[in-house]
Every structure is written in structure tokens, then in C-alpha cells.
């Protein structure tokens, strides 16, 4: 049987195996393109899963909240200085004051000015806030003890959260008997229980060192290469002075005095970062006696008695520290009655002291501490406290900035969109109207702001900050969108509707309104929404038009100072507080929620009037 063949168009011959190659090679290349695109789907999933994720993990911290159970004496002569038990007289009573007294009873020993300034620095400055809304919603708590729950400070609520350092606890494994219950105590122990502790210290001894003395390397290669300048520099000295030029002269005397002092300057880093990591060294080196525990080094607390000693110095069956809270006696601790307390982060490197820590873990070992959902952060506003910031005044200032935009925006747009579409003539001023609303729908947001700032605020004098002006602005930057949306939307509509109304006697404004609008309103609404959650991630024109102020009060109408959740953001991003990274995270985590709702509505409205043609 002879091979068949095939004749292409251009008259070549092809044969039935080459046809089946290209046929495969085709086959070859759409599997190729498919895999492609699901690879590209697939590595975009994966980075917005990386991105939630990410922010989901930041902002955790921000959703829960500590607090101290405290049992508090509520007095007439600090709570209602009046007497007379009404509101304005309660609002003005002091209700920290038995907080504290309470607070302060739990650490006796706690005496100066500055342990006292450290202790109550746990306190937020908020911490009677709930207090005082127990006693003014019930005046008949006055002179009873009040169970209430005392707001802790964002260092000592990240503690406890375990955000400031990680923290590894030991049970003891051996007997262990102090020597004093306060001062500098001597703990030792019927066999070597710290001897893994002190191989972790000389290995984190060994590390310091070798970063140390990475640090040098880097300094030195910096100095090398201002010192190459050098040179340079004392050449277009020498010129300056052969030109005699005096500025000239003095710009080149500066020059070079700078690489003098630049040089020297790295010089001290490097010896004093060389001694550090020399004496490291040695002290990793020296295994046979006890290692030394500084400020620069992992903290160890020692939990034994009821009380809390800070380490400082460790060998493998005793250790040498002073008390941070005092011992309840002397007693031999049996195995598992005493824990060792290591810290990750070196004192010098966080915001919570030793002894800080050990006023809060007797606060947790008392069982006063309790966290729970932190509802403050969606019922109050902005505050300098991390602790007591909340995205309430935010919230409430984009609600209402959204609304005046849509009331603004969706009247003007789609009444431009239907004049434009049906009713203006086809001329040249129509098509530069047409290109100049798709150039605005591209000109950057910033812009707009700028424009906002000239018009609205210093023409027209509309009170800044507030959200009437906001939504002009974002009303400006939403319209091109809503004008472009809607045009589309109505020229979907099939002809043969406009034609069969005006064919039954409807006149051309009554079969645009009555039946090609009806029909496209599910285009608009969508195209609408759309544009919205545009206006709702803007940053830029908020900015320009001073809503970027720190605002703590709730807006309570459309003139009130407010600020918007993309700006909330901004604000709190740049704070150096680690507590607001957290409450960043969770503002974005309640943008992106309502982007959702807005753009599900969106999905939802197309598919519930979406007509087939």
C-alpha cells in the first residue's frame, strides 16, 4: 500500500507523517501556552498568598488585647469630687489614682521615684477608662471594692503576647537552694542542671564575636575606600593653593578634613569592635569556671521561692544574681518547683527591662492577667498610645467621604454618560469632551489632590480635613470612571430595544429612560462600585487636602476634621512603636475587607440583573 500524501495550497506536496508531526508540534505548542498561563495564575496565587499571610500574621497582635483583673476601692473623695453624684461631676474624678494603690500593693518593695516611674509605665495611660465607665454607668458603686480590668501598656501587652523577645522556660531539674531571700542571692543546685545554659552562653559568646569581627571587615573596606580619596583630595589642595584661590582652598581644606575625620571615626569603631570581639573570644575559650552575663548577652531569670533573680554569673551547678522580686524564704526548691527563664533578646536590645519582666511575670503568676478580643480597636478612635488606637474615627470618616463622592459622582456621571451616548450630536467638540474624560481617567491621583487644595480649600474655604471636601475630590477622580463605565453599559443594550419603543410611538427620551437605562443600570451600578473602591485605597489626594491630621475624636458629621483608612495607614506605618506595625496590618486587613464587600456587591448586582441577549 503506497503512503498517502497531501497537497498544501502552495502546491507542495506533503505526506501523511509530516502532517501528523505538525499536527503533534501544534498539539506540543497549546500545551506549552496552557502550561504557561496556569504557571503564571499559579505564581501570582502564590505571592497573594505570601502577601495575605504576611499581613494576616503582622496584625494578629493588633486584634487581642491584655489587661490586669484588679479589685479596686472606689471612694466619693477621688471618684465625685461634687458629691453629688451626677455625670459632669463623676467624668472629672480620679480613677487611676486606686488603681495604682492597688497595683503598687502587689510590689511592696518598690520604692524611689524611678522604680516607681518604671513600675507604673506597665500602666497604659488609659488603664482606668473602664473603671470610670463602670462608676458613671452605676453610681451606687461608689465606696464598694470594683472588680475591673486595668488596660496594660503596648511594651508590656507585646510582652505577654511574646513579641518583644522569645522567650524558652527550663523546669528545674535538680534541688536548688538560695541563699538570702533579697540582695545578691547564690543559687546552688545538687547536680550541673545549668550545664546546657552555660554551653548556649559560650556558643552565643562565639557568635558575637565572629559578627564582631564581620563588623570590622566591613569598616575597614569602608575606610580603604575613603581613604582612596585621600589623594584626590590633597591634589586639588596643592592646585588651590598654587591658583590662589581662597574658596577654592577652603572647599578643599574641608574636603580633606572630612577624610581625616571620616577615617578616624572608623579607626575607633573597628578598635573598639576588635577589643569586643577579642574579648568574646576569650571568654568562649576560658571553659573551666563561671561565664559572666552582661547587658550584651542573653538574659537568664532565675523563678525559684515565689520571687525572681536575675543571673549573673552562671556556672553549671551554681549561679550568682540579685533579686529582682523578692524570695518568699529560703527553702531548698525540689526539681520542677523552680523554672529558669531564657531570654533571646539582650537587655540592651528591647524596650522591656529584667526587672520590668519580672513584675509581669509575678503579675502572671498571680494570675491577674487576661487577654482577650480587643473590641477597642473597632470602637475607638485615633491616640498617641498604641494600646488605645483604634480605626473607629477612620472608619466612620471613609463612610462618610464615600458617601458624599457617590451622591456627587453617580447623578453627574450617569446623566453624562446618557447625554453623551444618546442625545449629543457626533461632532468634533464631542470627540475632544470624549478624549479629554478618557485622559482624566488616566492623569494620576495626586493631581487631583492638588486640585482639591487650589478649589475647594483656598477658593471656596471648605473646611479642611473633613470629609465633604474629601469627597469632592475623590468625586473628581471617580466621574471619568463612572462616565466611561456607563457609556459601556448603555451601548450594550441591543439596538432592536430602542427601535422597538420608538417603533410602538415612545419618543427618544422615553426609550432611553424607560427601557435602554433600566436594562444598563446593572453595568452602571457595577462600573460604579468599581470606581468607589478606587476612591476608598486613595492615599495621595487625602493627603494634599490636610486629612492627613491626627484626629482622636469620631467625625460626627461631614464638616468634622476626619481622616480616612488609607490614610489611617499611612500614619501609623511611619510610627517607630513595634506596637503599631501590628495595628498597620490590621487597618489593611479592614480596607481589603471592605474592597470585598464593595467589589462582591458588585459581582453580586451583575449577576442578579445580568440580562442575556
Not at 49 to 57: E, K, P, R, S
Not at 121 to 134: P, V, Y
Not at 300 to 320: F, H, P
Request: proline share 5%; net charge negative.
Amino acid at each position: 500500500m503506497t503512503e498517502m500524501t497531501a497537497v498544501s495550497g502552495l502546491g507542495h506536496r506533503v505526506d501523511a507523517d509530516e502532517a501528523r508531526a505538525r499536527v503533534r508540534k501544534r498539539y506540543r505548542a497549546e500545551a506549552r501556552f496552557k502550561a504557561y498561563g496556569i504557571g503564571a495564575i499559579a505564581f501570582a496565587a502564590l505571592f497573594l498568598v505570601v502577601l495575605l499571610a504576611d499581613i494576616v500574621t503582622k496584625a494578629l497582635p493588633a486584634f487581642t488585647t491584655t489587661h490586669l483583673v484588679i479589685e479596686a476601692p472606689v471612694t466619693a473623695e477621688t471618684v465625685d469630687p461634687d458629691g453629688s453624684r451626677q455625670a459632669s461631676s463623676l467624668a472629672r474624678g480620679d480613677y487611676l489614682k486606686p488603681l495604682r494603690e492597688v497595683y503598687q500593693g502587689f510590689f511592696p518593695e518598690v520604692s524611689g521615684r524611678a522604680p516607681r516611674r518604671e513600675l507604673n509605665g506597665l500602666l497604659s495611660s488609659g488603664a482606668a477608662d473602664e473603671l470610670r465607665a463602670q462608676v458613671m454607668a452605676d453610681p451606687t458603686l461608689i465606696g464598694r471594692t470594683v472588680k475591673t480590668r486595668a488596660l496594660v501598656s503596648d511594651d508590656a501587652d507585646l510582652y505577654y503576647k511574646g513579641v518583644v523577645t522569645n522567650v524558652v522556660e527550663e523546669p528545674g531539674e535538680a534541688v536548688a537552694t538560695p541563699s538570702a531571700t533579697s540582695g545578691d542571692v547564690v543559687v546552688t543546685t545538687s547536680t550541673p542542671a545549668f550545664a546546657d545554659d552555660l554551653a548556649e552562653i559560650k556558643a552565643e559568646l562565639s557568635e558575637t564575636a565572629r559578627k564582631r569581627r564581620f563588623e570590622v571587615d566591613r569598616i575597614r573596606t569602608l575606610r580603604e575606600g575613603i581613604l582612596a580619596d585621600r589623594p584626590s583630595a590633597e591634589l586639588a589642595l596643592r592646585e588651590a593653593q598654587g591658583g590662589g584661590d581662597a574658596t577654592r582652598i577652603t572647599i578643599a581644606q574641608n574636603a580633606l578634613a572630612k577624610i581625616d575625620s571620616d577615617a578616624q571615626s572608623l579607626q575607633a569603631q573597628m578598635e573598639t569592635l576588635a577589643g569586643e570581639a577579642a574579648d568574646f573570644e576569650a571568654r568562649f575559650k576560658d571553659s573551666g569556671g563561671a561565664e559572666k552575663l552582661d547587658e550584651k548577652l542573653p538574659s537568664r531569670l532565675l523563678a525559684i521561692n515565689g520571687g525572681i533573680v536575675k543571673i549573673t554569673s552562671l556556672a553549671a551547678d551554681r549561679v550568682e544574681g540579685v533579686t529582682l522580686t523578692p524570695l518568699k524564704s529560703q527553702d531548698a526548691a525540689q526539681p520542677n518547683a523552680w523554672k529558669l527563664l531564657a531570654y533571646e533578646t539582650p537587655e540592651n536590645s528591647r524596650r522591656v527591662n529584667d526587672q520590668q519582666i519580672a513584675w509581669l511575670e509575678t503579675l502572671k503568676a498571680k494570675g491577674l492577667v487576661e487577654t482577650g478580643f480587643n473590641w477597642g480597636f473597632l470602637t475607638s478612635g485615633d491616640s498617641r498610645e498604641a494600646e488605645q488606637a483604634g480605626i473607629l474615627g477612620a472608619l466612620v470618616g471613609s463612610i462618610f467621604t464615600m458617601a458624599v463622592t457617590l451622591v456627587i459622582c453617580l447623578p453627574i456621571g450617569v446623566g453624562a454618560a446618557i447625554y453623551l451616548e444618546e442625545f449629543a450630536p457626533k461632532n468634533r467638540w464631542t470627540d475632544i469632551i470624549e478624549i479629554n474624560i478618557n485622559n482624566l481617567a488616566a492623569v494620576p491621583s495626586i493631581v487631583y489632590g492638588l486640585l482639591g487644595l487650589a478649589v475647594f480649600l483656598n477658593f471656596f474655604g471648605m473646611p479642611r480635613s473633613s470629609a465633604v471636601v474629601g469627597g469632592f475630590v475623590l468625586a473628581l477622580l471617580v466621574l471619568p470612571t463612572i462616565i466611561i463605565a456607563s457609556r459601556a453599559a448603555l451601548k450594550a443594550v441591543p439596538p432592536s430595544i430602542r427601535e422597538a419603543a420608538l417603533g410602538v410611538g415612545a419618543s427618544h427620551q422615553q426609550a432611553v429612560f424607560h427601557h435602554t437605562l433600566p436594562l444598563a443600570m446593572p453595568g452602571i451600578m457595577t462600573g460604579t462600585i468599581i470606581g468607589m473602591a478606587h476612591a476608598l485605597g486613595e492615599t495621595a489626594p487625602l493627603l494634599l487636602i490636610g486629612m492627613v491630621a491626627f484626629i482622636v475624636d469620631v467625625p460626627t458629621s461631614f464638616t468634622s476634621a476626619t481622616t480616612a483608612l488609607p490614610v489611617q495607614i499611612y500614619l501609623w506605618s511611619d510610627l517607630p512603636e513595634v506596637a503599631f506595625q501590628a495595628k498597620t496590618s490590621a487597618a489593611i486587613l479592614v480596607l481589603l475587607s471592605f474592597l470585598f464587600v464593595m467589589n462582591g456587591l458588585a459581582i453580586v448586582l451583575r449577576k442578579r440583573f445580568e440580562r442575556r441577549w
